[in-house]
């Protein structure tokens, strides 16, 4: 069985700092992890997603997620955080199988004050 | 491509009535998904459908659920007789499986309210 971890409910940050979203996974074959994100009263959108080699992988709107294998994790980063970043981000994760669907974690409140 | 569409957006009812929700996937997409979101219970997964076949319906709650995918650019889900716990925001989802790690893209939701 596969499963997604996002420990922090909410992640406050202010206006260009930095901001990191956590995401820990658990999956039997090779991991395939995705980030989307959600603005109010919209469908999920696709960010970025990891599939193999380079660990740092670059999607939409600046953000990153660094992928590390030993601790099972991918957070989701952003050297600069924007108010209009402020949104649900959900990580999810699907093995290499045929048949396998995404297993979405609950979700992290991401907001970013002025 | 004008991504996944979902019809209606909004829509509030009855408890009893009967309730149906539809998408059109993307073109050549042959995975479609339907799940439900609600602040309790988060992204549900209620089923999902290969080349227009059902591949596994174990997140749908009850019988009183049900999803149809008569042809590759259609799919309903029905639900009869609806209960006020049934509201939520309902999305669909589709994929090109191709690719093992092509990722989902989702419509918009329909908001349904049960009163």
């Known amino acids: 069985a596969q499963s997604v971890a996002q420990p922090e409910d909410q992640v406050n940050v202010a206006e260009g700092n930095p901001l990191t979203v956590k995401c820990t996974y658990s999956?039997?074959?090779?991991?395939?992890l995705f980030w989307y994100v959600q603005y109010p009263n919209r469908g999920l959108q696709f960010l970025l997603k990891?599939?193999?080699?380079?660990?740092l992988v670059k999607g939409s709107y600046g953000f990153e997620a660094e992928f590390n294998k030993s601790q099972t994790s991918f957070h989701l980063k952003k050297p600069s955080a924007l108010v209009s970043d402020s949104a649900l981000y959900f990580c999810?994760?699907?093995?290499?199988?045929?048949?396998?669907?995404?297993?979405f974690g609950k979700g992290t409140m991401l907001l970013v004050s002025p | 491509d004008a991504g996944v569409i979902q019809s209606p957006r909004h829509e509030v009812t009855e408890m009893g009535q009967e309730v149906t929700l539809r998408c059109k996937p993307i073109?050549?997409?042959?995975?479609l998904f339907w799940y439900r979101q609600t602040m309790m219970r988060g992204l549900e997964l209620l089923i999902y459908?290969?080349?227009?076949?059902?591949?596994?319906d174990s997140g749908m709650p009850e019988d009183r659920f049900s999803a149809k995918m008569p042809n590759a650019s259609f799919s309903t889900l029905k639900i009869q007789p609806s209960e006020p716990r049934d509201s939520a925001v309902y999305f669909c989802?589709?994929?090109?499986?191709?690719?093992?790690?092509?990722?989902?893209?989702f419509g918009p939701g329909t908001r349904l309210t049960v009163l």
């Open positions: 990891y599939i193999t080699g380079d660990n």
């Open positions: 999810a994760v699907r093995d290499d199988g045929g048949y396998s669907t995404l297993t």
């Open positions: 073109s050549g997409h042959n995975s």
């Open positions: 459908f290969n080349n227009n076949v059902p591949i596994d």
């Open positions: 999956v039997s074959g090779n991991p395939y």
């Open positions: 989802a589709s994929r090109d499986t191709g690719f093992a790690y092509n990722e989902q893209f």
